[in-house]
């Protein structure tokens, strides 16, 4: 049980609409509402339950309209998603177990690596790229899928923006396309973590009440981007995530 204020209910409600158009272009949204449930005093045992409910009730309308649009290609992500969803799992158990300190060391390394490998991919025409047999392609995804969704399971924030990197770097994926298929294999992810979580009793149901029609609006407003190919926008988003995912690492650390 949590007692807050209307003030602290108005400020989780901007945020975590911000977060959900953020993670409905490109990921990252746990960035914000993970800091923002830890400063408005959410209990620390309910934060990632809470984060949990919220996301996958915010993705919601983000598959949904991508889905209907046909940006989504489910021949090879299917494989991903099912990965996605045993490694959400497997994550979502250790999470009680493993330091999340040393998660922030980890990405601190991991992040300009992408950042600096994304930039050199997004340089490459797609003409220039190279042709991937479907097999090649069901494994790699596959691969995302569990190690990424084992990460999203156990912490989260970033889940998103990773997906969409290694969608990119190894799938030869556009940006376009990378957004909507990680948003795919984030949502069901997001469903089974959610799930453990539940069962553990590490939910803020009144922090998630209000957050949740937050996150439905944000995903709402941030899917018709991608829906309409508007790259530019999803780039400096996307960008802007990165990097702001770095600087709190290093923040927390310091």
Request: charged fraction near 10%; include cysteine.
């Amino acid at each position: 049980m949590v007692d807050f204020s209307l003030l602290q209910y108005i400020l989780i409600f901007v945020f975590v609409s911000f977060a959900g158009f953020v993670d409905s272009i490109a990921g990252g949204g746990g960035l914000i509402t993970i800091p923002t449930y830890i400063a408005m005093g959410v209990p620390a045992e309910f934060i990632l339950g809470t984060n949990k409910l919220v996301s996958t009730s915010g993705g919601t309308i983000t598959v949904l309209r991508y889905i209907k649009s046909g940006v989504v290609d489910f021949k090879v992500l299917i494989f991903g998603i099912i990965t996605g969803v045993i490694g959400s799992m497997l994550g979502a158990n250790l999470g009680a177990y493993l330091d999340s300190k040393k998660m922030t060391y980890i990405l601190i390394v991991i992040v300009p690596v992408i950042f600096i490998l994304n930039h050199i991919r997004s340089k490459i025409s797609r003409d220039e790229g190279y042709f991937l047999s479907k097999k090649v392609l069901i494994i790699r995804c596959s691969i995302i899928g569990l190690v990424i969704g084992a990460y999203d399971g156990f912490f989260g924030p970033g889940t998103g923006t990773f997906l969409i990197v290694a969608m990119v770097l190894f799938m030869n994926m556009d940006l376009h396309k990378a957004s909507s298929s990680a948003r795919m294999i984030n949502f069901t992810s997001n469903i089974s973590a959610f799930v453990v979580f539940l069962t553990k009793g590490m939910i803020a149901w009144e922090v998630a009440t209000v957050a949740i029609v937050a996150s439905l609006i944000g995903n709402y407003l941030g899917s018709g981007f991608v829906v309409k190919g508007n790259t530019m926008v999803i780039k400096k988003v996307f960008n802007f995530v990165l990097l702001a995912l770095l600087a709190k690492a290093i923040y927390d650390i310091i």
